[in-house]
């Protein structure tokens, strides 16, 4: 196991200078920094100093080698669009993101699972089939769309909850939270409900299928022949075989869950960092797209391994197939 | 009687609470985008600008109309010895935030920073050779050669305390090439009607009334305390006007105004920004790259840009894609600027047949193809308004093929020297209402500075000579009058093609009424709540 730890672990630093020297070739598409960053009176002569301050006129090698080298040492420069320091900005957002994130996916699976367990077993019900066509739309919408319609009945029509932004947020150390206060707490439901959505119903619909196939299957059956009750053959037995996809689709998942804040962020102008992003790109600012996709491959990186390291827990048969390999 | 002097004594009490509770007026304000930096020399953009202006004033003013009047200068005049010395008299009495009196010291050293190379205001300084202190209240601006109109420049540059910027190593406006945050970009220390409590780029800004301001008095100062928050999504942003969370509400997109309009509880103003959206052609080129005659040019015959001219139904685009938000125009410069008058504003009417006639004549019977490239996120409907022009081209037989694209890809194709595009849109500002900023960015050869913008090719020695001749010229009707035979001339050439003047709508709540300012900079000092 540790062995496999430290090649995943070197595979995703693969991923990771993969991952910058593709956004790096990338960047010279998104258009000029310069131009947005001077006036309308700038004259040629400006623009051409300022890309010379910035080192946009070293060589491409030149500027991919100094940003690796930075960013190895967590350094992303200065930020185009707000002359701060892009580590300070990460900083600030992440916070807003995380808390979104980690509430949607937490969300997403439990209610994911427990109403995916309950369309299995029950496949007839009228429930069930409202459930399950109500998943449909989930799968089908748009995000923006779902978060707009929230906004529009939660805040406009019912003025129950905030339309945007997070709220008062209290200061721990260097983060900050929207859980403490009443306000921070309600800011998070819409988002939090936005951004689950897609997942919750991706979620159920798999724990339902998986469950439906793991019950047909012959352990169940002699499970029944030994007299075990139904619950305790569904919670124990079927939905334990069922965890393992699951565990892995949620698990990525909680990856794509920060990349589609993006649009979640944007919609409820959450400030978190795919705001922070939305606005770089539209700025053409460089050194905040670079580092916001290099947080986002070291997220995916990061939660492949943990679900990877999950499998040996929970899947007894990777455990043993690992010694048996070594004997070949 | 006990009971009436209790009485009293209540409706007293009463009012003086009420009168406590009028007093302290929160105004929530959105747009969709935050300002950039504090720092009042650091980014000369629209959004940082309009909040800047709560906090930082210059020595001078304009009103939302585009009125020049006094700010920090009281009065100001070209010396009568000598043309190339402008004098402004500073206003007495006048203290920072930190309770710091104004001096001459701190005007002399806020233009010296803001002329410096890492400022993005000096394009505003050029024609300055110097600014000196003469005594506390006095500053003299010392220009290069006469410059009649440098007043209309001073509105734009903003005066922050010296001593503050020492202390707090301020003393440069941002510079990109610096590793670490410049102390002014997120502080501030100006003489504005309001101070600073918070700051959360991208997040909100809260300033609260500088209860020792100059003005007070003179301006109404009821809000008491601004929020500002920026929200992107057109959307959200006006659903958090019509459940209340906010107050004032920027960048109405155009579809949702005349819902707006109909609610009770809402009020739109609109009005004219200073902004104008046209196209331009390459007309210098030998041959064109983007289409498909070989061996000419077609932009570079007249009679094809006259053509192109009249194929455009200026109030099409202004009904369909403008939902009436826009006031269509012949020329190039909105009517506030010296210049202007209602005859150059005509454009010519929609007449496709005698456009295909004067294509015909030009020797493009069948027409031609042509590329246009046009931004889709920097002004109200961009892509949309060329969508429908193409359309139109196309009806004279004009094939235009659409590249839309993002600003930061788009103005660079046009900044660029040679330039990268051979049909553009653009829309134009003129900070300084006067047609000269338009002739040297718009017409003028290219040339260093001059010209900067003008991608056509259009060269005229000329032109180019009045042009020139305007910035010194001091005998203001004979300026005007080479002012109105400059653009006789170049509306005649069909130079560019114009569209519109940019309409900007505000919404806010029925109890405000917030007039559109026509730099898009709205002054929240000169807010009154309705209804008090």
């Not at chain 2, 003489?191 to 600073?196: D, I, K, R």
């Not at chain 2, 909105?334 to 009417?349: H, I, M, S, Y």
């Not at chain 2, 056509?456 to 109105?484: M, P």
């Amino acid at each position: 196991m540790f062995a496999y730890s430290i090649r995943s672990i070197a595979q995703g630093l693969l991923v990771l200078v993969a991952v910058a020297f593709i956004a790096f070739s990338m960047f010279r598409f998104v258009g000029d920094p310069v131009a947005n960053m001077l006036g309308q009176e700038a004259t040629l002569q400006d623009r051409q100093e300022l890309s010379e301050r910035l080192g946009l006129n070293d060589p491409w090698p030149v500027q991919f080698a100094q940003f690796i080298g930075n960013a190895a040492t967590g350094e992303f420069g200065v930020s185009y669009r707000q002359a701060r320091k892009v580590s300070d900005l990460i900083k600030e957002r992440l916070p807003a993101t995380v808390e979104l994130a980690v509430l949607s996916a937490l969300v997403a699976t439990f209610f994911g699972v427990l109403l995916g367990v309950y369309v299995a077993i029950n496949r007839t019900g009228f429930l069930s089939n409202a459930i399950m066509s109500i998943s449909l739309i989930g799968v089908s919408l748009p995000t923006f769309l779902i978060g707009i319609g929230l906004i529009y009945i939660f805040a406009v029509e019912l003025r129950w909850l905030p339309s945007f932004g997070r709220g008062e947020t209290v200061k721990i150390g260097w983060w900050s939270t929207g859980l403490l206060t009443e306000s921070g707490r309600k800011s998070l439901i819409m988002p939090v409900l936005t951004l689950a959505f897609f997942q919750l119903t991706l979620i159920m619909r798999l724990v339902r299928s998986e469950m439906l196939e793991v019950m047909r299957a012959d352990f169940i059956r002699f499970a029944r022949a030994r007299g075990l009750g139904e619950r305790v053959i569904e919670l124990r037995h079927a939905l334990r075989n069922t965890l393992v996809p699951v565990v892995t689709i949620a698990g990525l998942q909680l990856g794509s869950v920060i990349a589609f804040a993006i649009v979640t962020e944007t919609v409820f102008q959450w400030p978190g960092l795919g705001a922070l992003f939305v606005n770089a790109v539209q700025f053409a600012d460089v050194p905040v797209m670079a580092a916001y996709l290099m947080f986002v491959a070291a997220v995916f990186v990061i939660t492949n391994l943990i679900v990877d390291l999950l499998y040996f827990l929970l899947d007894p048969r990777l455990r043993t197939g690992g010694r048996t390999a070594k004997g070949h | 009687m006990k009971t009436t002097i209790r009485g009293l004594l209540a409706v007293l009490a009463t009012t003086t609470m009420l009168a406590g509770i009028a007093e302290a007026r929160t105004l929530k304000w959105a747009r969709s985008g935050d300002a950039l930096t504090l720092d009042p020399h650091g980014q000369n953009e629209g959004p940082t600008t309009a909040l800047n202006n709560h906090i930082y004033e210059a020595l001078t003013e304009r009103d939302h109309a585009g009125k020049l009047g006094p700010a920090l200068a009281t009065s100001w005049q070209v010396l009568p010895s000598d043309s190339k010395v402008w004098e402004f008299k500073l206003r007495p009495g006048v203290k920072f935030h930190d309770g710091s009196p104004l001096t001459a010291d701190d005007v002399v050293f806020s233009y010296q920073r803001a002329m410096q190379p890492t400022s993005d205001f000096k394009g505003y300084l050029t024609s300055v050779a110097e600014v000196v202190k003469v005594d506390d209240l006095t500053v003299h601006i010392k220009t290069k050669g006469p410059d009649p109109l440098l007043v209309n420049n001073t509105t734009s540059i903003m005066i922050m305390s010296k001593a503050w910027a020492e202390k707090n190593n301020a003393t440069k406006a941002q510079d990109f090439k610096n590793k670490e945050e410049n102390f002014s970009v997120r502080n501030a220390m100006g003489t504005g009607p309001y101070t600073l409590v918070s700051r959360e780029p991208d997040v909100k800004t809260v300033l609260k009334r500088n209860d020792n301001y100059w003005g007070k008095g003179s301006v109404p100062l009821e809000v008491s305390e601004i929020v500002y928050t920026p929200i992107k999504a057109d959307a959200t942003r006006v659903a958090a006007l019509l459940s209340g969370e906010v107050d004032f509400v920027q960048d109405v997109p155009v579809q949702d105004i005349q819902r707006l309009k109909g609610d009770q509880k809402l009020r739109v103003t609109s009005g004219p920004e200073n902004r104008t959206i046209f196209f331009g052609m390459d007309m210098g080129a030998k041959d064109l790259k983007s289409d498909n005659v070989e061996g000419k040019n077609p932009f570079a015959d007249k009679r094809v840009r006259q053509a192109m001219n009249m194929a455009i139904n200026r109030t099409a685009i202004q009904r369909v894609v403008m939902r009436g938000e826009s006031v269509p125009t012949g020329i190039i410069m909105p009517p506030f600027v010296n210049g202007w008058t209602k005859e150059l504003d005509e454009a010519p009417p929609t007449d496709v047949n005698a456009a295909k006639k004067l294509l015909a004549d030009a020797g493009y019977p069948n027409g031609f193809s042509v590329t246009l490239h046009c931004p889709n996120d920097r002004y109200v409907n961009d892509e949309a308004i060329c969508q429908a022009a193409v359309g139109m081209w196309g009806a004279i037989g004009i094939k235009v093929n659409l590249v839309s694209q993002s600003k930061s890809i788009h103005f660079t194709l046009i900044q660029k020297n040679p330039a990268e595009t051979e049909f553009y849109m653009v829309g134009w500002g003129v900070p300084t209402y006067d047609s000269h900023y338009i002739f040297s960015f718009m017409y003028h050869t290219r040339a260093g500075s001059l010209g900067s913008w003008n991608a056509t090719g259009y060269s005229n020695k000329d032109v180019d000579a009045k042009i020139v001749s305007l910035t010194s010229e001091t005998d203001i009707a004979k300026r005007n009058a080479t002012i109105a035979d400059v653009w006789k001339t170049l509306k005649d050439e069909v130079v560019y093609l114009p569209i519109h003047h940019q309409a900007l709508s505000y919404a806010m709540k029925s109890n405000l009424d917030i007039p559109v300012d026509v730099a898009n900079t709205p002054k929240l000092k000169s807010v009154v709540f309705k209804g008090s």
